[in-house]
């Protein structure tokens, strides 16, 4: 979430408008979100809850981690299954041949599933990153494919059909889902560290200019294809760690679920939903559209009906949100923050108003407010004028 | 020489493939857009036909004059109302409204027809011809004629008709054709309504020689979507050639090989094409940066 | 997600656990993706028998009240939907949902909360190797489900040539590897041996590879949609086997007449587990309500209906021998080597749940109806077509 001001800094702009919240409450929000998260199985103990929590974590695990890549570098894959599935079948392997017992010892596998996607990643990235766009969507979407026949077909492997079954821990039903989702969670804040970090990074920045213009990047000497692929590798490791929790979690894999092609639709709609590029753009589009959909299912026993109210529900937030839900959010609360300002540049009686605001202790915004003028009818329009609209965007097109 | 029944099996196929994944690839060369609904759009089509057979005894091949302008019609609504108000990102975001579309036809369709499979199964469907010990079905054939000659019409409306000029003259540049007094609007609605009244025509084919339900868009799309990347974007014949080679190659390996590896093979094809041509076959060149 | 947890909470109803009220039964269905076709039947079947029993005094003289959820053929929400079924809803039994793929993560759901899953249609061998005590199939499970019909095959003919094709599913494959075992063990050649995947949609190539072996046996491992391909294609090739055995898509009804036409369904046999003629444990009366409720005709109600019946009639029997709605005490009463009786025929599970008293059926599409012709014998007027008539001859 780096604030990169790209306002003019012209006569035009008397006031200095950041481009997001600040820190306090940004660090304040997350600390309270991680504070509900980590005691949100002791609040709603009930399994059919914590199972759902349980889905949650691991779609935002999943969700973080295909932002890596695509929200970052711009290629949207559609194939991102691949890894799911490659990190289902690792653990139930791994489980099955070097004899883990269920339980505990299963999650010790979540890091190698991870490795084993990001290390198979590699050749496929070679492979797909060659092309862009929509043929790089399709690309994405073949390879998966292609994984889910391998797994169809590998009979020796991975049993076919039949899939392949792991031996599930012996916990009690009444705290069963607690320790997958405490995992998940886990899981989920290390993917929002890497996340941070590629944001913050000098890598990261190369990565970003790709998704500006691929092709001024490599002008400006990045290398473009070693940036994309490791990108490509870090997103594949956090969803095989999902498949991962996935596995042991419904204590089976089969090739059409690891592989399963609307688990990509999944996790590209709740990140566009959420914010795409965004740091914070999956983990809301996770949190609300996992619940909300599993819902969804359990209130409409009729499942057409479930299929128009999420196709309905969608198409509005498409319609009203189109940057996604994070950079929305970011506009309205820029453009309040500006109608507050120019409210209290217009009444000389209450000039101490702005300084008093939450947005007011960010020290950049403080004192040009104050020095407006008074009463200033000529400095408030011009004020507005300098905003760009989509500029509240936090990704900063 | 059961090598060549499936080759001929393949193209007779493919044809049909070829009339849904010309609306598919016609729709992206002059919007750019990525119909993720023309998979429910067939199975639209083959309900209309089904529907129209079963309780108006109207023949699939004669319902097509209702039925292909019925979605041409819908086709150009679906335009107005959901790609028209599309401001920015309008690749992804039609992408993702075009998905979200079909999602709701998905669950109408589920609530009408309910999820039984059906087929429409006229007296002729199970009659074919042999010429020397090749196989022939009757129904493969007229749906191969059919295809050929609507898709002869579309190629004849692009390249023939002034239609075909602004609708070119869009899909090269759509900022100069509205420069020089082009509706790229009004284009860009009736091309999306053409798409999907092919869908209506290969919807009609595949309910004839298919039992399907609304989930039956799933495997569609993605065989369609394959198509259109194998021929390239855009590209009206590389759509007819990629869909015959698709069916051809699934039909030989499953003959000579295994059924199970036809899928694989075909996508291991594509990809090494990818490798070599990105822009797929007949793809143009200039696919943009970024 | 705060308020949706509340909701879900919410939603938990009063009436549960009290000895007065309705028994509430869970189950969830697919009515969308994969399985809906079949999700749907699974749940009128289960309706069916829901209205049946109440109309003749529910179970220990209560009401019978279902609680459906819609799984979109997905483990993940069968997963959710049976923890909502057991722990918000409280409902007093769950029974399986639809195939193999569901029933496996289901059961054990249900047995991490100590509750007994009688299902009817989750017969793959999965479902039996997990080593859980409290999955009971009424149904026969897959390894069987032509052992009677290779049984006959080997009985009355001579070693032939067969060929062998199936959707690479944990049901069918199973089905078919148990009889193409056995017949090779009795000196049946296996000519074409083919797998195709579910995402198939022209079965020519697999057709004309069968027909171009000539073999005069064909057995297919085909859900309704191929099942129906096959044939439209051997017809097509005017490929007519002396005989043709598929896992489904004969069995159901008026579909089936229409996808291949009336004149070629003579000799055309499918394993089952069921049919609407059956004089079986409350079959006609199951049959009547059905169509009372859903309408159409006798031929058009799929096995999966009877499934999901057989599967309420264990549960009633037992019950109400039981006198309580304790799941320990079923599970137990189950495993006790009881026979039951269903619209199916017998039903008495072996110790990891399967059915041993299942008889494996051959039907048989004789003049325009699907008759019971296997085993011979035990109240099976009809002899059977042992030579399938050529297409076009006639139902």
Redesign the interface.
Known sequence: MTAIDVTPKGAAAPEHIPYEPPRQIRWTSTGLLLAFLAVFPLLFPNPAVTSIAVITMIFLVAAIGWNIFSGYSGYISIGHAAYYGIGQYTVALLALHAKVPAGWDTFGLLPVAGLVSAVAAVPIGFVVLRVRRHTFIILTVAVMFILQLLAFNLVSWTNGSGGLEMSFPTWQGSYFNEPFYYVGLVAAIVACAASWWVRRSKYGLGLLSIRDDEDRARGLGINATRTKLIAYAISAFFVGVAGGLYAPFIGSVYPQFGFDPTFDLAIAVLVFVGGIGTLSGPVIGALLLIPLQQYFYLQFGNANLYLIAYGVLFILILRLLPAGIAPSVTQLWRRALIARRRAAARSPAVPALAGQSPAGQSPAGQSPAAQSPAGGLPGAPPATAAVPHAGGDEVAR | ??VL??II?GIL?GGFYALMAGGLTLV?GVMEI?NFAQGIMVVLGAYLSYALFSHLSIDPFLSLVITMPGMFLIGVAVYWS?IK?????R???SL??M??????A???L??VF??????I?T?Y????F?IGSL?F?DIYVYAFLMSVVLLAGVYYLLYRTRFGRSLRASMQNPTAARLVGINTDWVSAYTLGIGVAMAAAGGMVFGLT??????SS??LI??L??I??FGG?GSLSGALIASVLM?VI???V??VW???????TF??I??LI??VR???LLGRKA?R?? | MLALAAAACGSSPSSSGTSHGPITIGVSVSLSGDFSGDGLATKQGYETWAAYQNAHGGILGRKIQIDFLSDGSSPTQVVTNYQKLITVNHVNFVMGPYSTLLTKPSSVIANRYGYVMIEGIGGGPSVFQQGLHNVFDVSASAKYQLITFAKWLVATHKPEDVAYASMTDPFLQPMLDGARAYLSAHGFTSVVYKLYPLETTDYTPIASAIAASKAPVVVLGTMPPDGYAFIQDFIQDKYNPKVLIEASGPDQGTAFVKAVGANNTGGIMVPNTWYPGSTFYQNSAMVALYLKMFGGTANDISADVAEAFSAGQVLTQAVDHLKSTSNSALEHYLHSNVTFQTVQGPVKFLPDGENEAATPFVFQWQKGTLVDVLPAGAGHPVPILAVKPVWGAGG
């Open positions: 020489m059961l029944q499936a099996d196929v992206f990525v959901m108000p599309i401001k920015q990102d690749v992804i975001m993702l409204v998905f979200a579309v079909g999602t709701i998905e669950g109408i589920d609530l309910t999820s039984n499979l059906v087929q199964s007296p469907v199970n009659n074919s042999t196989i079905p298919n039992s399907f339900d609304a989930a799933y495997d993605s065989r979507l394959a259109v990347i974007f069916l699934q039909d030989v499953a003959v295994s059924p199970t590896w036809g899928q694989t996508y291991v594509l990809i990818l490798l990105p822009q797929g696919v940066a970024q």
